[in-house]
């Protein structure tokens, strides 16, 4: 039977229909709202705002759940490979032996970059950050892939091109910055492996791959694939509503994902913990700064906008943060003031009324350190992880047979209309 929730302005009577989800999540659809009564929803920051129907991911802020698929991130975080997890994202249902296998060339056979793209980075400033190059890069792959023939194999091998190259093009950019020579993908090394063999192989010291930090990889961008409508993916799913290509939506998916609030926080959190230890390492003035309303000063890597209990994710990652630490025999005073901070927080009253949970962050930049990636590559690592999740967003967006172009509406609070003043007449 169907649900309606029924509102009354000026003596008219108004029924909106309900939504109802398949984890029971309810929706009150305003979709007529306008025509029927002239009237706008006005919702800040969007929080209480559902923007499409989708099937990929779910999360329950309450109850600290996150599915891809309907599989637990738990699961996947334990059993699955990166492959197989942006396979599950994109297609729907986890690979076949067959279908991973091809998976698997497909990502081989399209991992080198054009020649040419060498230049570019090249050019860039030195100090340039790398989430802004990897945003024009993307981007400027288009100028190399143009259009193919056939959607169909528009979305695969596109789709299959940016999971090969922006791994490849992210160690690019690190050695290229470092004046390196760069490293190309080997075929006979597997998707995260290929990655840190890139990063850290050169001519006179062999890289030699760490099984703990291999794994601790796999975790990460596992934990990372997709997160539902975040900041980064709503990007991805507008500039796609304007029909524009994959790389564009991505290229934007990636300048979001930049910002501090957002993707950057991993890195903040770093920042923050140096902070703290070139200030003595007294993590209690930290807590004390935080709670001080009067004072700016946000304690990065606690608290999340939609989780209102501990966060899935930092629990495996504190897991793998742990495990790698022990297994790579590495004292990092950052941890020590980290897990300080951690306990402390965990048993303060305001932390617990506000429900201030350490998230992933706050353990994933430990993790990235550990295994030698550089503080201003922890956003560009997070976009790699979040890659198969923003192409599985931008896939389903364009199969919706209800698509429309993004355009949210606004309340005026400007000047009513004004006559034109000469500038002679101005004062």
Same mark, same amino acid.
């Given at each position: 039977m169907d649900e309606f929730v029924t509102f009354t302005y000026n003596g008219k009577e108004i029924k909106l229909p309900v939504i109802i989800g398949t984890e029971g999540e309810k929706a009150i659809d305003i979709s007529t709202l306008r025509r029927d009564t002239g009237f706008i929803t006005l919702d800040p920051g969007y929080a209480n705002t559902g923007s499409c129907l989708s099937a990929i991911t779910y999360m329950d802020g309450?109850?600290?759940? /996150?599915?891809?698929?309907?599989?637990? =991130?738990?699961?996947?975080?334990?059993?699955?490979?990166?492959?197989?997890?942006?396979?599950?994202?994109?297609?729907?249902?986890?690979?076949?032996?067959?279908?991973?296998?091809?998976?698997?060339?497909? /990502?081989?056979?399209?991992?080198? =970059?054009?020649?040419? $793209?060498?230049?570019?980075?090249?050019?860039?400033?030195?100090?340039?950050?790398?989430?802004?190059? +990897?945003?024009?890069?993307?981007?400027? +792959?288009?100028?190399?892939?143009?259009? +193919?023939?056939?959607?169909?194999?528009?979305?695969? $091998?596109?789709?299959?091109?940016? $999971?090969?190259?922006?791994?490849?093009?992210?160690?690019?950019?690190?050695?290229?910055?470092?004046?390196?020579?760069? =490293?190309?993908?080997?075929?006979?090394?597997?998707?995260?492996e290929n990655f840190l063999n890139m990063m850290f192989d050169t001519p006179v010291k062999p890289y030699e791959l760490n099984p703990a930090a291999v794994k601790a990889l796999r975790v990460f961008w596992i934990l990372h694939a997709d997160h539902e409508q975040n900041c980064s993916t709503s990007a991805v799913r507008v500039v796609g509503s304007a029909r524009a290509n994959l790389y564009a939506a991505i290229s934007s998916g990636i300048s979001a994902l930049w910002g501090p609030l957002h993707g950057g926080a991993n890195q903040a959190v770093i920042e923050m913990l140096n902070d703290i230890k070139a200030n003595g390492g007294d993590y209690k003035k930290a807590i004390a700064k935080a709670k001080d309303k009067t004072d700016p000063f946000r304690l990065m890597g606690f608290g999340h906008r939609v989780y209102k209990t501990y966060d899935p994710r930092a629990k495996i990652m504190k897991k793998m943060c742990d495990e790698l630490l022990e297994t790579l025999q590495i004292s990092d005073p950052l941890l020590d003031i980290a897990k300080e901070l951690e306990e402390a927080a965990r048993k303060d009253q305001y932390f617990i009324d506000y429900n201030l949970y350490p998230n992933i962050d706050f353990y994933s930049g430990i993790v990235l350190r550990a295994i030698g990636i550089p503080t201003n590559m922890f956003t560009v690592m997070f976009a790699i992880g979040r890659l198969p999740g923003w192409i599985a967003q931008w896939k389903e967006s364009m199969d919706d047979p209800n698509w429309k172009i993004c355009r949210p509406r606004q309340i005026y609070t400007g000047h009513t209309q004004e006559d034109f003043i000469p500038i002679q007449a101005r004062t």
């Open positions: 309450e109850k600290g759940i /996150l599915r891809y698929r309907g599989i637990p =991130v738990e699961q996947l975080a334990e059993h699955a490979t990166f492959k197989e997890t942006a396979y599950l994202l994109i297609n729907g249902k986890l690979p076949t032996r067959e279908q991973l296998t091809r998976f698997s060339v497909m /990502l081989n056979d399209n991992s080198l =970059v054009h020649e040419d $793209l060498k230049t570019f980075y090249q050019n860039f400033p030195r100090a340039s950050h790398p989430m802004g190059i +990897l945003s024009s890069m993307v981007n400027a +792959l288009r100028s190399f892939y143009p259009e +193919l023939d056939t959607f169909e194999e528009e979305i695969n $091998l596109t789709m299959t091109r940016l $999971l090969a190259k922006v791994r490849t093009m992210a160690a690019m950019s690190y050695k290229i910055s470092r004046g390196h020579t760069v =490293v190309y993908p080997r075929p006979d090394l597997a998707y995260c």
